[in-house]
């Protein structure tokens, strides 16, 4: 009935909670561990194929840095390997801010946010 109350058994008023809906991809929160003199490896795998021709890649927006990934897009793999000139302190430091993308060919092609985070650094 409109403007119907139920009641608890101790005659409170219950609350309706509505549940709230999430529109849209929510990426998932990391940290990514860089260490001096040590390459960065890393294997993401979701155990579903994806359509040839999709990319993986890390990027630091604030300091224009992007490393890519082997995909391997019939097993739902993206591969780093990241050398270590490229994983330093110098060019990628503590608390940097970097997203995982991922991008599905297509007319337009989709991308997504997949992973996003900050650098924890084990100098």
């Known amino acids: 009935r409109p ?7 101790y005659g409170a008023r219950r609350k309706q909670v509505k549940a709230m ?44 840095v992007r490393w890519d990934a082997v995909v391997t897009a019939s097993s739902g793999l993206a591969s780093f390997r990241v050398e270590q000139d490229q994983t330093g302190p110098d060019v990628v430091p503590q608390g940097a801010v970097f997203r995982i993308m991922m991008r599905q060919p297509g007319t337009p092609s989709t991308e997504f946010l997949w992973f996003r985070g900050e650098v924890q650094r084990h100098d």
């Open 3 to 9: 403007g119907y109350q139920s009641r608890c058994r």
């Open 21 to 64: 809906t999430v529109l849209g991809f929510v990426p998932s929160q990391g940290t990514m561990v860089l260490s001096r003199d040590a390459d960065w490896v890393c294997t993401l795998d979701t155990d579903v194929a994806w359509p040839e021709g999709t990319e993986v890649w890390v990027e630091f927006p604030a300091l224009g």
